[in-house]
Structure formats: C-alpha cells, structure tokens
C-alpha cells in the first residue's frame, strides 16, 4: 500500500499518512468485502486514498495569501494615523456584523475566511458532512446579501 500511495504521492511522510488511512479505511469496510481478489480491493482502496491526499495538497498549494488580512495587520510606513483609525474601524465594524450573522452560519464564516479552514477540516471541528459546510456558507453567504447594506461597506 506504501509503494501504490508513494507512486502517486512522490512524498514519503505523505505516502506514510495515505497508507495509514487506507488501513482505516480497510477496517471500516471489511463487512462490504465481497471475497473476491483481496489484492486488488486493497490496492484500490490505497489508490483513491492517495489521489485524495494529492487533490487535498493540490488545493493547499492554490489558496494565494489573502494581502487584506496581511496588510490590515501590518500597517505601511507611510500609513497617516487617520487611515489607520478608518481601517481598524471598518475591521471592528465588521467583526461586529459577522457577529449578528445566525450562530450556525457565523461558524462557519468565520472558520472558512477568517480561519482559512477547508470544508473538510470545519466539517470534522463541527461534526458535519462537507456537504453541509457548503450548504452553511452558501445560505450565509445569501444572508449576507439580503441583510447588509452595499452603501454601507463603500
């Protein structure tokens, strides 16, 4: 299982972890083993289970570095003290109107943009499927749009 996930993989601490959970995944699904070639189910587990590691560094690789988040952090050297001011306050401002978002979508928002977690990895914080992440951020981001007044944020 090792050298299938290695294969794909080209990494060794990743082909580790992809072997690792192709064992987990071989336990779980042993009661759906239908006794016919045992080398080839396991491989194949081995090589979905790698494929998936590969398409989640993949995306790891793609989210760029969000400069907004950077720069309201780190003020410029020719930054006056009233732009400063304006930009900690839209900052308060809208923590504030995150905060009056449904509790249920606040999580989430909150996980994904502010926390830049993937679904999967708000999905297993909250005990939900990913599906269902997607489902929260597009209902939020829905609430968004009829609760928030675009004048307000220009």
């Known amino acids: 299982m090792y050298k299938v996930a290695n294969s794909v993989l080209r990494d060794a601490k990743e082909a580790e972890d992809a072997a690792q959970e192709s064992f987990l995944q071989i336990y779980k699904s042993l009661p759906e083993y239908r006794h016919q070639g045992l080398k080839t189910w396991i491989t194949r587990i081995a ?10 560094r993949e ?18 050297l020719d930054e006056d003290v009233l ?24 999580d989430v928002v909150v996980a994904f943009y502010l926390d830049h977690k993937n679904y999967e990895q708000i999905a ?16 939020a981001r829905h609430w968004i749009r009829t609760h928030w007044k675009e004048e307000e944020w220009l």
Do not use: F, M
């Open 83 to 106: 732009k400063g001011v304006i930009r900690r306050e839209r900052k308060d401002r809208l923590w504030n109107e995150i905060q009056s978002l449904p509790s249920v979508h606040r």
């Open 59 to 76: 995306r790891l690789k793609e989210q760029s570095v969000d400069y907004d988040k950077v720069l309201s952090v780190t003020p410029s």
């Open 124 to 139: 297993a914080e909250h005990g939900i499927t990913p599906k269902t992440v997607e489902s929260r951020l597009y209902r």
């Open 47 to 56: 090589l979905h289970k790698a494929i998936d590691a590969n398409r989640r």
